[in-house]
């Protein structure tokens, strides 16, 4: 039975919305609130609610209006949930005044609209994000179990086992500091600006990776975790007494350094765990994965090791998008994993895989 799922995801700075049927994306809506966040040099949480308030409306509209199981015209009153099977919403983790705002939405239209809710875990979505297809069912892919994902954002960086979907075993994790928080953390010591993701791999595009010698935190280490705030007081430390014009004329090298060093920690674990663990598949998922100097690298490694390495199949699915939790939402549904009593439904923005 081909099963049609309105997602909502607002767990961070993105408020998103979309409709999937069984993996194929039917619509999918992002409303970026980078503009809004940037001058703080960060995501602010109680803006973000407020942005997550004024839009989610609208954003949900979108997504459904272009539902092509929809016999209503665009404009006008109707039912637009005509069609709509079931409602999946991010729960957590992520920000915590953030998450309320679609949790919220969610149950309403739940009540309102007598659909059944599922509550997905958004790191989950991120793990999933390569099996999505476009609304023809494109790329096909056949992708094989088990798999090792790296996953990488701004809220969290894990190596995942995906048994099967659904089981899923985290076999290393940054200990403290995301690795594109740490990026983020970089840029801002830079004067650089909000995300610092984009800023730094521009600038490292021109600068040399050699210039400053940083450490891999946890190299040493038996296990397959990672640290990167010690990443980001070496490098306060190496830059502390220059001066302006210092930084500024080494901006390009100082960026490539300091992306190296990280990137460097995500692929010596990522190595380590493809050896110690017999997978048939490679994902990298997550913000993180919109450099093009880390996919080159990753895909080297896969290449090293024989195996396919698999990124969400369009640029707009690494970062944060509801498509992914719609994607969720459908193997739950499936499986039943309906939401039991909608009104106690809550944000966990703290919630472990
Ligand atoms: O998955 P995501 O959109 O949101 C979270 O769940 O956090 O990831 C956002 C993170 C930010 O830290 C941002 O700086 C990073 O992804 N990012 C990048 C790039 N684009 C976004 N990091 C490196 N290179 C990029 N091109
Ligand atoms: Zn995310």
Redesign the pocket.
């Known amino acids: 039975m081909d099963m049609k799922i309105l997602a909502i995801d607002t767990?961070?700075?993105?408020t998103c919305a979309s409709v999937i049927e069984d993996g194929k994306i039917v619509s999918n809506v992002i409303s970026s609130q980078i503009s809004l966040h940037e001058e703080w040099g960060g995501v602010v949480p109680n803006l973000a609610r407020r942005a997550h308030l004024e839009r989610i409306d609208a954003v949900i509209a979108k997504a459904l209006h272009k539902n092509p199981f929809l016999t209503l015209p665009l404009t006008g009153q109707g039912n637009y949930f005509e069609g709509i099977d079931v409602i999946g919403v991010t729960i957590g983790p992520?920000l915590s005044p953030a998450l309320g705002v679609g949790v919220d939405k969610a149950k309403e239209l739940a009540k309102k609209y007598n659909k059944k809710l599922v509550a997905v875990n958004?790191v989950e979505g991120?793990l999933l994000s390569p099996f999505l297809t476009n609304s023809k069912g494109k790329p096909e892919r056949d992708i094989k179990l088990p798999i090792l994902a790296l996953t990488?954002?701004?809220?969290?960086t894990k190596i995942v086992l995906i048994k099967e979907i659904g089981k899923y075993e985290v076999v290393g994790e940054s200990l403290d500091d995301?690795?594109?928080?740490a990026?983020?953390k970089a840029?801002k010591m830079l004067g650089l600006g909000?995300?610092?993701?984009?800023i730094?791999?521009k600038l490292a595009k021109s600068g040399n990776p050699l210039f400053l010698t940083l450490p891999i935190p946890m190299k040493g280490s038996k296990d397959l975790n990672m640290s990167f705030s010690g990443l980001k007081t070496a490098f306060y430390y190496a830059i502390r007494k220059w001066d302006q014009e210092k930084i500024i004329e080494n901006l390009e090298n100082l960026a490539a350094s300091f992306?190296k060093a990280v990137f460097d920690s995500l692929l010596f674990k990522f190595n380590k765990a493809i050896d110690e663990y017999k997978v048939k598949s490679l994902f990298g998922v997550?913000?993180?994965m919109?450099?093009?100097s880390?996919r080159r690298e990753l895909r080297k490694l896969a290449k090293s090791k024989n195996l396919p390495i698999y990124f969400p199949f369009q640029k707009n699915l690494?970062?944060?998008n509801a498509a992914m939790i719609g994607l969720v939402a459908c193997h739950k549904a499936k499986g039943g994993e309906f939401t039991r009593h909608i009104d106690k439904l809550d944000r966990e923005p703290r919630l472990e895989l």
Do not use: K, R, T
């Not at 767990?11 to 993105?14: G, V």
């Not at 995301?178 to 928080?181: D, F, N, P, R, V």
């Not at 909000?194 to 984009?198: A, C, F, L, N």
């Open positions: 767990s961070c700075d993105d992520g958004h991120h990488v954002s701004g809220g969290h995301a690795g594109g928080e990026l983020d840029s909000y995300p610092g993701g984009p730094i791999e992306q997550g913000g993180v919109n450099n093009m880390l690494n970062g944060d």
